[in-house]
């Protein structure tokens, strides 16, 4: 296949377009490089272009025949999206809605979109499945979910074949080295305890410690870059035979808290971590932990990376490289 990459030059983008290759199949890139890196991607594949601007996708389009897109897009930032709703309702749904029109008049007709844990808002029961309610609690996650909502819709009047996947929360780096996660500035957990580990960074801060969780603080579930990669493709192969709007959530459905990633993080690297206790990040829920029996019944998905050293490890290796 050849696959129009959306935001392949951002962390689980750049991982997707490794995955894509490794399985035999072709990537074009495109991103308008606001948070991904020019270095990730190489250059051959790389056509920079805005959502934004529905001219430049009109040329992409042109340029290449697509069997379908992967669309990683996004401002993604919580806390951001709460003081900035205008852009990111701009950036996240009226840039989802250029680029679906372009789809439809290049006649392309499958999409996998990043979906987030984010949509469900406060969580309900301990194990968030596909029927869990959608209420969510700031712009980001609620612009996510207008766009699952869009690509519905798109699937009754166009024959739009979409599946939104509902990452809990992404981590590590792809183990073979030189791609990983590199946000400026950097609000992911993992990376600010590794560089914390590596004394770099402006000191950890961990948010919040009077959340009812066993010691207090927000409860995750981390699932590594890669298995996110293998659920898209199977997504992919997945809508060449059922048409509709599908919905999966991607997690490990085991939660860890902060203070838990820390000490895993302190046994990976050996080092020493210290961290500030600060007040309650606006945002966040206190537990986000995946049901991913769907994902696994329907899709085949089997996540490789189940233990969370295991999957800080790999994100230690690449902040030790000098790619970092
Ligand atoms: N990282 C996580 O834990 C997580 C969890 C759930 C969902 N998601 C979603 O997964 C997706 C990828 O996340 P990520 O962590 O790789 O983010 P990222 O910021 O590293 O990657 C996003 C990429 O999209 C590009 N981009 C953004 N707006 C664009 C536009 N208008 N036109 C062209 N390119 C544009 C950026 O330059 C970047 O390369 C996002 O949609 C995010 O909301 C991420
Ligand atoms: O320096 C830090 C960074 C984070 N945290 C805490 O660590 C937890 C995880 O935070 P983070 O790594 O920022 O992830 P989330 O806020 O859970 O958000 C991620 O996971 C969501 C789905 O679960 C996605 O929607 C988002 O895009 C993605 O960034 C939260 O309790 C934070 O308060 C700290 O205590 N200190």
């Known amino acids: 296949m050849k696959i129009l ?34 270095q990730a991607v190489s250059p051959d594949i790389l056509e920079v272009a805005d959502l934004l601007e529905p001219s430049s996708l009109t040329g992409v389009f042109a340029r290449h025949r697509f069997d379908g897109v992967i669309h990683f897009c996004a401002r993604s930032l919580v806390g951001e999206s709460v003081s900035q709703p ?77 599946t939104a996947l509902r990452y809990f929360n992404a981590a590590g780096a792809d183990p073979a080295g030189g791609i990983g996660e590199s946000h400026q500035p950097e609000t992911h957990l993992i990376p600010n305890v590794l560089r914390a580990a590596l004394g770099q960074g402006n000191g950890l801060r961990v948010f919040g410690n009077d959340y009812s969780t066993r010691d207090g603080t927000c409860v995750r579930d981390y699932v590594h870059v890669n298995d996110l990669a293998s659920a898209h493709l199977l997504a992919l192969e997945y809508m060449q035979a059922n048409e509709g709007a599908h919905r999966f959530n991607l997690g490990n459905g085991q939660g860890f808290t902060v203070l838990e990633v820390i000490e895993a993080a302190r046994r990976v690297t050996g080092r020493s971590i210290d961290f500030a206790q600060d007040a309650r990040r606006q945002g966040d829920p206190a537990v986000l932990v995946a049901s991913s029996d769907k994902a696994r019944r329907v899709l085949g998905w089997r996540p490789r990376f189940v233990d969370i050293g295991e999957i800080i490890e790999t994100a230690w290796r690449w902040h030790q490289s000098p790619a970092y």
């Open 86 to 162: 205008y852009a990111y309702y701009e950036n996240n749904v009226a840039g989802t809605l250029n680029l679906l029109r372009a789809m439809h008049e290049a006649k392309v007709d499958r999409i996998v979109f990043s979906s987030t844990a984010a949509v469900f808002g406060n969580p309900q029961a301990p194990l968030i499945d596909e029927d869990h309610p959608t209420q969510p609690i700031n712009p980001y996650g609620a612009s996510k979910l207008m766009v699952e909502r869009i690509l519905a819709d798109a699937a009754g009047a166009y024959g739009l074949r979409s």
């Open 5 to 38: 990459i959306c935001g392949g030059a951002g962390y689980i983008g750049s991982h997707m377009v490794r995955y894509l290759a490794a399985q035999g199949h072709q990537s074009v890139v495109l991103d308008n490089l606001s948070t991904g890196h020019r």
